[in-house]
């Protein structure tokens, strides 16, 4: 078989971050290569560096044994290589061909006008050619997502794509279209098209694809049959066997309750149940990890906490006070802090600059303003204390959020959220895109408020980071709490399988899991080594 | 690179400018807008017909119209010709100092609704509820103080019950777009309709004056108007009603920088995720700076009233409209628009010294107008509008990369 995809050594540096290490990639003509990995770890930065959207740092793109050099998303595409986005990039009012061929659309009169016969046409003859059942003359708005990512597939093997990148393509999907999709990439892969699929879950990846990869912290680790391989050893060249973050865990003295959710129901934007009848208490002096999968409830069910989203059923109470439907302001009067998932939306106000990002949250409190006049002089003091302590890069109080790196606005987010004298901590992805070096500070400072009595909700998709912290875990899988454990007593591989909703005694996988591949998974044959090499490139840098 | 793309670049370097930057580039706006302006006035020039002792000769050809006569006309006309000794506070300058007044507080009652990223087109509206609540007042307050007492009390009151009424016409909208999800522009746009009709029916019926042939009100009392002091009385305008803009202007700087209120305004007007994050109450902000919007709508119109007209008749120029403008030349800072109704209201008291002095048409005085607005206040406007493409500047996403490496927006673009 033919190397349809040769990625050589690619490496992508942004400030402050290395998204890919010295990758090597190889994908075989007509088969599918799953690319794994947590939250992270580089591999759709990998996948943007193949469809041209970023230059690499260094390292080399081959096709077919060819070199290229892609300046743009334009160049790849004329190479033959499609993406298929997490979010389609479909226009919702314009039909399905329309969508199809837009920007190629076959012409008629000397190129002044569609000839749209000729463009239904050929939709017609793509969609059979792989058997693709779709109306060509639906809109986008009345299709099923699963329909729309099958038209997302058509447009990219109508602009000619060989090969077709599907970034976490099941993210979105109810698992008879997960059924479906795969369904589709047989048949693409069939007809000798080559699909990179990204994705973070193991069953996914072993039902799907012929090879997988796996990255962690934008290096591969190594690549796998997905016929001789387990999802155990997968979850273990995911996570990396040692541990990064060894935190001196130690004990604090748990006070009273500080928080507790009881029976709340939270639906998402889609109208769909996303925390479904979910109960747990904070205490003082507690990390209450949550672990999951990203996208199984955890954003709802802390927004549900935080004020930003109103439960549909249950009881969120706070300090003794019932707060289901308290606003945020009044949550964030009443101590709690809240490092939001999203730092770019709400974390931080792009345009301000530090001074006032520090004040984020506190207008309306005493400390920095006094009868509603902010005290500047104040506010830039505690921002700057905040950049000093929490090591944000450039100490530069004056510059604007949106000129930092990722990382650094995190670190600024956390010091703030931090720095509010709080009676809970409300961290969803605390770390997330920070370096090593800040990740233990962070954490560090977390046990430490902890140590102070202060009660922590923590929701992190990094199994090594909840399972570090928390002094009880529960782990979250579809809307609900598959189980509560103790993280002392409970190993990666068994909180692994429980993200991926194996109910505890429940080994014969029947435990609801519709979509992931437990089935595959018994069949394999589990004590079959990993192929040495892997292990060798394992090793953390 | 492609065109798109070269577009889309340039968009970003006016989006990302900084204050240096776009003072320079609203400058030389200004001059390019001047010299094509020139262009035009020469080319019509040529197009008409005059005899050759009224014509004027550049590069040996006869033109009927001399540009540099009209732009002179246009801007030290409006300024009652500092330069020729002949200055006089009662005449053009004042007339410029009149519509910069009128138009600072139509100018800050729309930057102020942007600043909480709200588009209010309804100042005009607000200033027509504002100016007949005040002539009404006034009208019934004036039978109880006179003199000079009641020129000291009838003002702040009339001020003050054209920022009620004009805020609580503001607070209108302001309601319906916080709990019943209309979009603030065509509310404001039809309560603009709404209270020209009203105001109409209402003059030309149960309040008004029955010695005019006008639709308009009994007129106020001398003592009841804005005084005259030091610019004479002719040109209708008064150095008080100016000292209440800059305070106007002064004060709205101060509220929107240096108050918690300030700050929550601002913070939802660029990224109303986060100001829901920080504890700003969405609804709340939303009906107050359309309230206060709209108070600074009805301010304009209390002074149209008691400054220029000293009744109220319909049919109040625009100022409203203009205050958009205004407001986006601006780039919706307070301190910068009292600098763009400064100009405007040189370029509209400046039009008619032109049509006075020269014989060029005045729908061509319009255009050259037109042209200086359009070209200094492009760029503002562009950035206001890329704020919400994909791929400039500031609220560009970063394409879907991990976690890891969003620090680095704004570098990439989506396809």
Known sequence: ?541 | MSAADRARDALSRLVDASATERILISTAALVLSILIGAVLVLVAGRMTTCTAGEAVYYLGMGFCYDPVVVFDRLFLGALGDPFSGSWSPNGQFAVTLRETTLLIFTGLSVALAFRAGIFNIGTQGQMVVGALATALGVLWASSLVSGALGTVVLIPFGLLVGAVFGGLYGAVPGLLKAYADANEVITTIMLNFIATGVALYLVSGIFKDPESAANQTVPLPEFAQFPALLFGGRQDFSIVALAFGLLAIAALYYVLEHTAFGYDVRTSGVQPEAAEYGGVDAKRTVVASLTLSGALGGIAGAMYVMMVLGTFQTGIPSYGFDGITVSILAGNNPLGVGIAALLFGVLKSGTTVVQFATDVPPQLVGVLRGLIILFVAMPEFFRLMARGLPGTGSKSKAVATDGGTAGDRGGETDE
Request: no cysteine; proline share 4%; net charge negative.
């Open chain 1, 1 to 541: 078989m033919a190397t349809a995809v040769h990625l050589d050594g690619i490496t992508k540096r942004f400030p402050g971050v290395v998204a890919n290490d010295d990758v090597d990639l190889e994908v075989e003509r007509g088969t599918v290569h799953a690319l794994l990995g947590e939250n992270g770890a580089g591999k759709t930065t990998l996948m943007n560096v193949l469809y041209g959207l970023y230059e690499p740092t260094s390292g080399e793109v081959r096709l077919g044994g060819e070199p290229h050099v892609f300046g743009s998303p334009r160049d790849a595409i004329d190479a033959g290589i499609g993406m298929i986005h997490q979010h389609f990039m479909l226009v919702d009012p314009m039909t399905v061909t329309e969508n199809i061929t837009l920007g190629n659309e076959p012409r008629k009169w000397g190129g002044i006008a569609i000839d749209r016969t000729e463009a239904r046409e050929a939709v017609v003859e793509l969609a059979d050619r792989y058997g693709f059942d779709i109306d060509p003359d639906a809109r986008i708005e009345d299709v099923s997502v699963g329909e729309q990512q099958r038209v997302e597939i058509l447009k990219a093997l109508y602009r000619g794509a060989d090969t077709l990148i599907l970034d976490e393509p099941t993210a979105v999907l109810t698992p008879q279209e997960v059924d479906e999709l795969f369904d589709v990439l047989d048949e693409l892969t069939d007809q000798g098209k080559t699909i990179i699929f990204i994705t973070h879950k193991l069953g996914e990846a072993m039902r799907a694809a012929d090879e997988i990869s796996v990255l962690r912290d934008g290096k591969k680790v190594g690549t796998v049959d997905a016929d001789a391989t387990t999802q155990e050893e997968l979850a273990e060249l995911m996570v990396g066997r040692e541990v990064l973050l060894d935190v001196d865990h130690g004990t604090a003295e748990t006070g009273a309750v500080v928080a507790a959710v009881s029976d709340v129901v939270v639906e998402n934007d889609r109208g769909v149940r996303a925390v479904n009848d979910v109960s747990f208490e904070v205490r003082g002096g507690e990390v209450f990890g949550i672990a999951g999968v990203d996208g199984n409830g955890q954003s709802e069910l802390v927004e549900a906490v935080t004020g930003l989203r109103n439960p549909d059923a249950g009881e969120i109470r706070f300090g003794g006070e019932d707060v289901t439907t308290a606003s945020r302001r009044q949550r964030i009067d009443a101590g709690m802090a809240y490092v939001p998932e999203d730092r770019q939306e709400r974390g931080l106000v792009m345009e301000f600059d530090l001074v006032e990002n520090g004040l984020l949250g506190s207008q309306h409190g005493d400390e920095l303003v006094s009868n509603g006049r902010i005290d500047w002089s104040k506010t830039r003091g505690h921002a700057e204390a905040i950049i000093d302590e929490y090591d944000v890069r450039p100490p530069d109080a004056d510059s604007d959020a949106e000129s930092l790196s990722g990382g650094n606005q995190q670190k600024f987010i956390v010091g703030r959220e931090f720095e509010r004298d709080p009676e809970l901590v409300v961290a969803s992805h605390p770390t997330r895109g920070v370096d090593v070096g800040s990740i233990e500070f962070i954490h560090e400072r977390l046990l430490e408020l902890r140590q102070q009595g202060v009660a922590i909700l923590l929701v992190s998709s990094k199994l090594e980071e909840v399972q570090g912290l928390s002094d009880r875990l529960a782990v979250v899988y579809e809307g609900e709490f598959i189980d509560v454990v103790d993280p002392d007593e409970t190993t990666e591989e068994e909180l692994g399988l429980l993200m991926a909703g194996e109910r505890p005694g429940d080994d014969d996988g029947e435990g609801g899991t519709k979509a992931t591949g437990s089935e595959s998974a018994d069949e394999t044959e589990r004590d079959k080594p990993a192929d040495p090499t892997d292990a060798a490139d394992g090793e953390r840098a």
